[in-house]
């Protein structure tokens, strides 16, 4: 079953965070000159027109980057985000939002690798054009978590892994932890960041009481709420958990996030927290 599509949710509040962090641990492993690999097992169509009628239909970026793109006062640590941003939409109108790896291809550099996956008949031919002239880039349609066991380690052995599955199958809530543990019985150095939904508390009180059974330190949690969490409301908040996150990204986020729940929800409902899971 693949009936998920991102266009109807690009650019909201959710992808706000989510490539916020993205954005920060790729500016962090670009620290030391050494190249680096960055695979994003659930990549998507890569570009999303904010114009189309799955984005109007549901006007989720109007709650989410339309927030802020234009904003003057933003923290610093929204820069390398809002530049990609900005660098798919020319002068003062939003019509384009950048999905998580055209976000990796603006802000990587040429001594780095692009290993993008993604299983639906549509968007995989979307994405694959958009890496055509790319030679930093592999794009596959092929399973996410079964690169977790084929890609790792990267020969560089140096990683940056992002986990975004849909979660339209029960089963994904296990499937991220299995997938972890296989890409971390590889790779135990590289950083991981899996996003999660949350529709049902239980169901990620239960996913992170499974990542904690596998042992695996150094497991940072980002969440920002727009409601308090609620079975009727659909998607209520969303997170992102790092494994291994750079040392700086604890601190950026718990200055960033504040800044972007009042922006993000200016009735104040909900909260943005930033907390370990495991410490090192
Ligand atoms: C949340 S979207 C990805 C968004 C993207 N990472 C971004 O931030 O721009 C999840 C994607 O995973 C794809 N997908 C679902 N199951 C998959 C699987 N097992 N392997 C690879 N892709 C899958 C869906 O078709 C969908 O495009």
């Given at each position: 079953m693949l009936s998920y599509r991102h266009s109807f949710h690009a650019g909201n509040h959710a992808d706000v965070v989510k490539h916020t962090v993205q954005s920060l641990i790729i500016t962090s492993l670009k620290e030391k000159e050494k190249p680096f690999l960055y695979l994003d097992t659930h990549a998507g169509a890569g570009r999303y027109q904010l114009h189309s009628q799955h984005a109007e239909r549901t006007g989720e970026y109007l709650e989410g980057i339309a927030r802020i793109?234009?904003?003057?006062?933003?923290?610093?640590?929204l820069r390398p985000y809002m530049q990609a941003v900005k660098a798919w939409n020319?002068?003062?109108?939003?019509r384009y939002y950048p999905g998580s790896p055209l976000i990796a291809r603006h802000l990587l550099r040429a001594q780095d690798k692009i290993s993008l996956t993604e299983l639906h008949p549509s968007d995989y031919p979307l994405l694959r054009n958009e890496f055509l002239k790319d030679e930093r880039a592999r794009v596959q349609?092929?399973?996410?978590?079964l690169q977790l066991k084929?890609?790792?380690?990267p020969q560089s052995r140096r990683g940056f892994v992002l986990i975004d599955p849909p979660?339209?199958?029960?089963?994904d809530y296990q499937a991220v932890v299995s997938g972890i543990q296989e890409g971390y019985r590889r790779f135990s150095t590289g950083v991981y960041a899996l996003w999660y939904p949350v529709v049902l508390r239980q169901q990620i009180k239960r996913m992170v009481r499974e990542l904690e059974a596998t042992g695996i330190r150094n497991m940072l949690k980002i969440e920002l709420a727009v409601l308090p969490d609620s079975d009727r409301h659909g998607m209520t908040a969303s997170g992102m958990i790092v494994i291994n996150p750079p040392w700086k990204l604890e601190e950026q986020m718990k200055r960033v996030l504040p800044w972007l729940h009042r922006a993000l929800v200016p009735d104040g409902k909900g909260h943005a927290s930033v907390e370990w899971i495991v410490p090192e």
């Amino acid at each position: 079953m693949l009936s998920y599509r991102h266009s109807f949710h690009a650019g909201n509040h959710a992808d706000v965070v989510k490539h916020t962090v993205q954005s920060l641990i790729i500016t962090s492993l670009k620290e030391k000159e050494k190249p680096f690999l960055y695979l994003d097992t659930h990549a998507g169509a890569g570009r999303y027109q904010l114009h189309s009628q799955h984005a109007e239909r549901t006007g989720e970026y109007l709650e989410g980057i339309a927030r802020i793109w234009q904003r003057d006062d933003l923290p610093e640590e929204l820069r390398p985000y809002m530049q990609a941003v900005k660098a798919w939409n020319m002068g003062d109108q939003l019509r384009y939002y950048p999905g998580s790896p055209l976000i990796a291809r603006h802000l990587l550099r040429a001594q780095d690798k692009i290993s993008l996956t993604e299983l639906h008949p549509s968007d995989y031919p979307l994405l694959r054009n958009e890496f055509l002239k790319d030679e930093r880039a592999r794009v596959q349609r092929a399973d996410g978590y079964l690169q977790l066991k084929a890609q790792l380690p990267p020969q560089s052995r140096r990683g940056f892994v992002l986990i975004d599955p849909p979660y339209e199958l029960k089963t994904d809530y296990q499937a991220v932890v299995s997938g972890i543990q296989e890409g971390y019985r590889r790779f135990s150095t590289g950083v991981y960041a899996l996003w999660y939904p949350v529709v049902l508390r239980q169901q990620i009180k239960r996913m992170v009481r499974e990542l904690e059974a596998t042992g695996i330190r150094n497991m940072l949690k980002i969440e920002l709420a727009v409601l308090p969490d609620s079975d009727r409301h659909g998607m209520t908040a969303s997170g992102m958990i790092v494994i291994n996150p750079p040392w700086k990204l604890e601190e950026q986020m718990k200055r960033v996030l504040p800044w972007l729940h009042r922006a993000l929800v200016p009735d104040g409902k909900g909260h943005a927290s930033v907390e370990w899971i495991v410490p090192e």
